[in-house]
Each structure stands twice: as C-alpha cells, then as structure tokens.
C-alpha cells in the first residue's frame, strides 16, 4: 500500500464548528498524527473577523516561516498554527476574502475548462467556493516550495463545498493525489428536508431537474464534478453511496466509515463524579422549569442535533412520548430533554431565581424551553408538543424539556459542555430519516449510554450489521412510508428501558462500551488508507508530467550564507582581596606540582 509523505485536509469545518464534520476531523486528528506527525496540515477557512471565531486555534509563527513569506509574496493570506484537539494538528486557516473581487475571473475559468455552473449560485455557494479555491491555491503554493517528484502527496477535501480546490489543483499540480468525501449528498439531503421519499424509488428523481427544482444546480454542478474529477471518491456510509450511484452514476471508490475517539471519555472514579453531577443538574433545571419535584430515579431521555425536524427524527420522538405517555402500564416518570440550537434571545432571567429558590407548591404547565425563543407559536417543536398535549401537568409521566442552545459551558443555565451533560442520562433516541452516519448515537454509547436508532442511519446500519439485534444499540426498521410503526417502536423501546433492573441496565451500558470500541479511528482509519493508496496509484500514472518537479526550498537554503565564528582577544585583570593574593601567586609559580 502507497504511504503519502504529505496530507493536506481541507474543510469548512477545520477550528469552525458547525456540524459532523468537525467531529470527524477532530477525533480523526489523534490517529492521523500519530501516523504523519507535521506532515498532516489541516486548512480551513480564516473566519477571524467573526466573534468567538477559532477558540480552538492557536497561532504559531515559527511553523513554516519561510514559506509563508513567499505564500504572503504570492497574495496568499494565511495563518499558521495548531488546533487545540488531541493530536495538535498543523492548521493553516486561508483568508478567502481577496478573491472576492476576481470572482467573475475564476468561476468563467472553471467554466470554460470543467463546465462548473455557477451562474445560479448564491452568496452561499460563492464564498465556500472562494475557500476551495484560495484552499487550492495554498496547497499549489507549499508543494512548489517543499516537494519533490519523489513526494506522495494527498489532498483531500470535505463537501462540495471545498471543491473547487480538487479543480484547482487537476490543472496545475498533476502530482497531487486528490480525494473527495462527500458526507450528505445535495440532492438527498433537499429531498428529505422537503419531506418526499427519498429512498423507496431513488431513481425517479432526475439530478439536473431536481436540482433546479430546489435551486441548487451549483453547489450539485459542484458536488458533481468533484467527484468525477477526483483521484479517489469516498462517502461515510452505504446507504449514502446509494444516493451516489443515483444521483452522480458513480459508486464511490471506497466508504470511510466514520470513527471517533474515547479519549475524552472520563474513566471509573471520575466517570461516577461526572455521571452524578450532570444528573443533577438536568434534574435541578428540569424540576425548577416545572416546579415540581422529580423523582431520582427518573430515567433521563435526550435528543440532540441540529435542527432539522424530519430529517432527525425529531417529529417522530415526540409522538413516541405522546404514545408512551397514554401507556397505563408506565410507572416511571421520564424526563425527555431536546436539546436542539434554535433561533433564542438571551437567557430566562426568570430560570435563573428559581433554579436559586426551593419549588414551590405552583406546577407550571406549557412551559418548555430553557431559553426564550425569538418565535416559540411557529416553532415545530414547541407546535408538536401543544399538538399532542404533553404538557408537562403533573399527573403526566412524561415531561419533556427543550434545550434550544449551543452547549458550550456558557450557556447561563446549564454552564456544562454537551459530553458533561451526556453522561447524565440513562437513554437516547435519534430517530432519523435522513442521517448518512449519525455522531450522536455513536458519542452516546461510547459513554456507555444506550441508543435508539433507524435503519436510514449510516451507524444504525453498521450496528446491526456488525453486531446483530441488540439492545444497546437499538435499530428500528424505519422506511418512507411507516411512521406510525417508528414511532410505537420508539415508545416501546423507551418504555423497556423504564422496566430494566440495575443489573440488566448495567449489562447494556457495557455492551453499549463494547460496541464504541469498535467504531476507534484506530480500527476504522484503514479506509482512508485505502482510499489514499487508490489516488496515489493514479498519480503516480501521471509521472510524466511532474518527473523533473524540484523543491524550491533546497535553492533557499544555498543562498544563505554559512555563519562562520569570528575571534576576538579578551584580557581579564583580576583583582584579588589581601586574603587571596598568595593564591595569585602560586597560580603563576610554573613549578608547585
């Protein structure tokens, strides 16, 4: 298997956290490092100018201090760092800002050379686009100034969105091996937010209608020709390759299943102490948001994500509750927390005094967000449970709490990061419809936390294959047309979890363990590996065109002058108290020894 001397990954998402794809490159980071240490340089877009932008980014101007003199020469603006996750990968974070003006310019270019339509685009596809390219023309600029023709070199880029760098550097760099991971298809991902069916009958949508239905010809435009001119195509699941054969005619060259790492699971003492602090909490806020008393043996439910109300299942979870909720059989109350970043204002001052006062003897009903909502009548969730009557009223066993924030430690109500809150609960649910992987069901039962997933999931479908049916990872069968058996599944499912005594709750939390040590980057790396030796191979055929390539880094270092030592005479008097000056003496007497 070729091993590339050089990878370069470029994502929307390097320092900028917005979605899944941050937690692969993340957790990947450890494992990637460990392989290619300063070798592996990470490139993402220089978002500085806006607030709180790159927290996890720390400059370092020593890194590649001669290059990025000649990149600065170039018109390249970049910073140079590490990313403050395990590993400590090399960041380059590229200002795409300068290429605003010359748009027109390189978007004909890639026209009149790859057909790339960009004519329909909007601000949302020009300026990712703008990052692909300046991201390409970075790479271009480090591989003329450091390789050889000898070098391997890997450029991999993440989403259509980065794309433009793979048709950058097709034209100019022969010798780069290029790989595109496409982690949710365009077209998938409209067609399920839209709420048609996606999966039954893939092959009646035809791409260029579709696309110019939803009116997103150049971000598919772009998607497409990434993959067809890449060296290496990979998605992170099969039932996402699926949407590639239909909507690209193109299977992938290989599926990178998506891992993680535990290093950021706490273990034995400190897993208990972090367990029971963040139960605490959820019952404190959950019981002050009420104001009624919640039991401790409550089994704690979350659903997390981003907000896409049919595309995560989020529609189907609640009407799970609303069934489980008339079941006469359940005697436990279970407290449902959503937690779901959301259009909100501020924190609720009014939370904040009586999470400070004792409950008191005034249940509140219809209460449900943490955080006031700039729109709570037209928001879906807040809609739903109105619509199913979960209404929090005391005689009800299901309450249900809405999260609608970012849980990053300052959130003025929690103040907890979402892993700290994780580990407090007993059971999660992500019953998702549209999902190419899924990272929350996976964080979850790596925290030996049990889940409830679909057959529509990228890990769902993993899980069952590798592992069967079980428990701990719990996969519902979930197609276009069966909602109504999803979501009595869900509540079943939910329901079995308020029955389980300790020691078979204990024995699905550890299984639950079992089954994350199987999704390690440790073990699941390889495919990248063998996506890497596919594009590699392909480069190599290109040979002829790059077989003279220099560094321009050995013609810098002849130019610098050898330091050489300079001599110079120095005389030091010494100056001796009267004590000491028999010493002067016998240091001059030749003859003492």
């Known amino acids: 298997m070729n091993k590339a001397d050089y990878i370069f990954e470029t994502s929307w998402e390097i320092c900028n956290k917005v979605g899944g794809i941050y937690t692969v490159l993340s957790t990947k980071a450890f494992t990637v490092v460990e392989q290619y240490k300063n070798n592996y340089i990470c490139i993402g877009p220089d978002l500085s100018k806006e607030n709180n932008a790159h927290g996890d980014f720390v400059e370092d101007s020593t890194l590649f201090r001669n290059w990025k003199e000649i990149a600065h020469n170039e018109g390249l603006r970049i910073r140079i760092g590490r990313w403050k996750v395990s590993g400590n990968p090399i960041v380059i974070l590229v200002d795409f800002t300068p290429f605003y003006e010359k748009k027109n310019d390189i978007l004909t270019q890639f026209w009149l050379k790859y057909k790339l339509d960009s004519i329909s685009g909007q601000w949302d596809y020009i300026e990712p686009a703008l990052f692909g390219y300046a991201a390409g023309k970075v790479i271009e600029s480090f591989y003329q100034f450091h390789c050889t023709s000898m070098d391997k070199i890997i450029a ?7 794309g433009t760098g793979i048709l950058h550097l097709e034209s100019v760099t022969p010798q780069i091996a290029t790989v595109f991971t496409t982690h949710a298809t365009v077209l998938g991902r409209c067609i399920a937010g839209n709420g048609l069916p996606l999966y039954d009958n893939l092959e009646q949508y035809h791409p260029q209608e579709a696309a110019a239905k939803f009116g997103v010809q150049s971000k598919f435009s772009l998607e497409h020709l990434s993959a067809k001119m890449s060296d290496a195509f990979t998605t992170v699941s099969d039932i996402t390759n699926q949407e590639c054969e239909a909507f690209f005619n193109q299977e992938v060259d290989c599926v990178t299943i998506n891992g993680f790492e535990n290093n950021f699971v706490p273990k034995e003492d400190e897993y208990q102490e972090k367990r029971m602090a963040a139960r605490k909490k959820l019952l404190h806020v959950a019981s002050s948001l009420i104001q009624q008393e919640i039991p401790d043996n409550a089994l704690l439910l979350v659903n997390s994500g981003r907000y896409e109300f049919r595309n995560k299942g989020i529609d189907l979870f609640i009407e799970a509750l609303a069934r489980l909720s008339k079941n006469p059989s359940l005697d436990r109350e279970v407290v449902a927390f959503i937690m779901v970043p959301a259009g909100t204002s501020g924190n609720r001052m009014d939370l904040i005094k009586k999470m400070q006062d004792p409950i008191s003897s005034n249940p509140i009903t219809h209460d449900y967000t ?29 309450k249900v709490i809405f999260v609608p924030v970012y849980l990053n430690g300052e959130d003025g109500i929690f103040n907890m990061d979402y892993y700290d809150l994780l580990i407090g ?10 999902e190419p992987w899924g990272y929350t069901p996976l964080e979850s039962v790596a925290f030996g936390i049990p889940t409830i997933t679909t057959s529509l999931a990228g890990f769902g479908i993993w899980a069952k294959e590798k592992f069967g049916d079980q428990k701990s990872v719990w996969v519902i069968e979930r197609r276009d047309d069966n909602n109504d058996e999803v979501s009595t599944e869900i509540a079943h499912a939910i329901y079995y979890y308020t029955t389980c005594d300790r020691t078979r709750k204990e024995e699905h939390d550890t299984f639950a363990i079992e089954i994350a040590q199987h999704a390690l980057w440790k073990n699941l790396y390889v495919h990248y590996l063998e996506a890497y030796d596919k594009a590699i191979q392909k480069s190599v055929r290109r040979i002829d065109q790059y077989q003279n390539k220099t560094s321009k880094i050995g013609l810098l270092v002849d130019k610098i002058k050898k330091p050489e030592p300079k001599w110079r005479r120095i005389s030091v008097k010494s100056n001796l108290p009267e004590s000491l000056k028999k010493l002067e003496l016998l240091a001059n007497n030749l003859w003492w020894s």
Not at 372 to 381: A, E, G, K, T, W
């Open 156 to 162: 991999h880029f993440h989403e259509w969105m980065t």
């Open 370 to 398: 943490t955080h006031p909502l700039y729109d709570p009548d037209q928001d879906p969730i807040i809609q739903s449970l109105n619509h199913y009557e979960l209404n929090n009223a005391p005689e009800c066993k299901i």
């Open 425 to 434: 609960f007993d059971l999660s649910a992500f019953p998702s419809y549209y």
